[in-house]
């Protein structure tokens, strides 16, 4: 079975300073690899994926996660961050795209 | 491209009635749709996916009689939620796969905040 976990709860951050969400999983099949966004009250955005290729991939807003299949890991990383990134942020692995497997999430929030 | 809605966004309705909340594809053809439930500070947990044309497939420990799931169309699938207690209030969201892309994707809609009372 497939189980994702985000170590992070909770991740508190000042504004124009570096992130770090943190994304492990375990598979015994190679997965695929998703992180999806938040806001408050609202449904699940397509941050960034990984389904083959260059292990480094990135969002059209700043934000890049690296496969790395030794660590069976897959980090978010923003350099910068802004008050509009503060969100929820899920980590999801798929073998086939039906089974989405996500983890409980972190909350990310910039401070002023 | 690639955007799902769901209808209605918000729903307050009595224990015992039944609530009906749809989920559709607007600009593609979603072969399968998925329900997840996702309570206060918790991840998203699968309820069921439905394939056009069949009976939708439930994950354990959901009631099917509870939550019937129908799915008619290539762009709208349906989640009714029977006798509602206030223990099903929670947050529903759909999501849908473009069978068209043959991509591992799931596009998800904006959610639906379902209150019993």
């Known amino acids: 079975a497939q189980s994702v976990t985000q170590l992070d709860s909770q991740v508190p951050v000042f504004e124009e300073a570096p992130v770090e969400l943190r994304c492990n999983y375990s598979?015994?099949?190679?997965?695929?690899l998703f992180w999806y966004v938040q806001y408050p009250n609202q449904g699940l955005q397509l941050l960034l994926k990984?389904?083959?290729?260059?292990?480094l991939v990135e969002s059209i807003n700043g934000f890049e996660a690296e496969f790395n299949k030794s660590q069976t890991s897959f980090h978010l990383r923003k350099p910068s961050v802004h008050i509009s990134d503060t969100a929820e942020y899920f980590c999801?692995?798929?073998?086939?795209?039906?089974?989405?497997?996500f983890g409980t999430g972190t909350s990310l929030t910039v401070i002023p | 491209g690639a955007v799902v809605s769901q209808h209605p966004s918000r729903v307050i309705c009595k224990s015992g009635t039944s609530v009906k909340i749809e989920c559709r594809s607007l600009?593609?053809?979603?072969?399968?749709m998925f329900w997840y439930r996702q309570f206060p500070k918790q991840s998203l947990m699968l309820m069921a996916t439905?394939?056009?044309?069949?009976?939708?497939?439930?994950e354990q420990g959901v009631e099917k009689d509870k939550f019937l799931i129908n799915h008619a169309s290539l762009t709208l699938s349906t989640l009714t939620v029977t006798s509602a207690h206030p223990e099903d209030s929670s947050f529903y969201i759909c999501?849908?796969?473009?069978?068209?892309?043959?991509?591992?994707?799931?596009?998800f809609g904006p959610g639906t905040r379902l209150t019993v009372t």
């Open positions: 999801a692995v798929t073998i086939t795209g039906n089974q989405f497997y």
């Open positions: 598979s015994s099949v190679s997965v695929y």
């Open positions: 990984y389904l083959s290729g260059s292990t």
């Open positions: 999501s849908a796969r473009n069978g068209d892309q043959g991509t591992y994707e799931q596009y």
């Open positions: 600009d593609f053809q979603a072969t399968t």
């Open positions: 439905s394939n056009e044309g069949s009976k939708a497939t439930y």
